[in-house]
């Protein structure tokens, strides 16, 4: 069963800590996303990656950095967190253009 | 940045009715996919579209992406509350990368 596994499903951060949230992939997909989800916004690609090593800035990269060192495994790093980064965050992988994304379940983050 | 706008963004309807979803965008994808999320899970794919005028059909759900490759829409005839749920287009940029960008989604509430 192919599967996206994010590292935790709910957590709470203090404003100014740094975060990271941890996404692995076990399906050698190219290309992963991290993308935040709030309510009547839809999902807004935050980062996204084609190879190891590669990063291109989504649509909202501010507050935001991104690690792929290997190719299962992206990580979404928030360098000094704030309450308007408390959100649903949602990581994803897919082989190629027009090919399923396949979802994580996703990490409530809150920040207070 | 490219745009997905869907309308509408909440639809709240009787068992047995047909509704129709919409997915716009000035931007040309070179293909178009739907998803559907249901409560704390990751969104999942329902389906691609690629040609534009290309129509698909699964069950009850019938899937068009325009002729210009901009907008996509999704017809359900005689809705289940099984359809419930939270209904994503997503658009894939075509390109050296494989930005995926998704749409602000429908919220589908459908009343036994």
């Known amino acids: 069963d192919v599967k996206v596994t994010q590292s935790s499903r709910y957590l709470v951060k203090r404003t100014g800590e740094k975060v990271f949230l941890e996404c692995v992939q076990d399906?050698?997909?190219?290309?992963m996303f991290w993308y935040r989800q709030d309510p009547g916004l839809g999902l807004r690609l935050i980062y996204f990656s084609y190879d190891v090593k590669m990063k291109e800035k989504g649509d909202i990269p501010e507050g935001y950095s991104v690690s792929r060192e290997k190719k299962e495994r992206f990580s979404l790093i928030l360098e000094s967190a704030s309450t308007n980064q408390t959100s649903m965050y949602l990581c994803a992988s897919r082989s190629g253009q027009g090919g399923e994304a396949f979802f994580g379940q996703g990490t409530r983050l809150t920040v207070v | 940045t490219q745009l997905l706008e869907q309308s509408p963004q909440f639809l709240s309807i009787q068992e047995g009715e047909n509704l129709t979803v919409y997915c716009n965008s000035s931007s040309v994808f070179s293909s178009l996919q739907w998803y559907r999320q249901e409560p704390g899970e990751g969104p999942v794919l329902l389906v691609t579209?690629?040609?534009?005028?290309e129509v698909k059909k699964l069950k009850r759900l019938t899937f068009q992406f325009g002729d210009a490759r901009k907008d996509s829409s999704l017809h359900i005839t005689a809705a289940q509350p099984g359809d419930t749920g939270l209904y994503l287009c997503a658009g894939s940029v075509g390109g050296a990368t494989n930005k995926l960008i998704f749409g602000t989604g429908t919220l589908l509430a459908v009343q036994p």
């Open positions: 579209v690629v040609t534009g005028g």
């Open positions: 399906m050698d997909h190219e290309n």
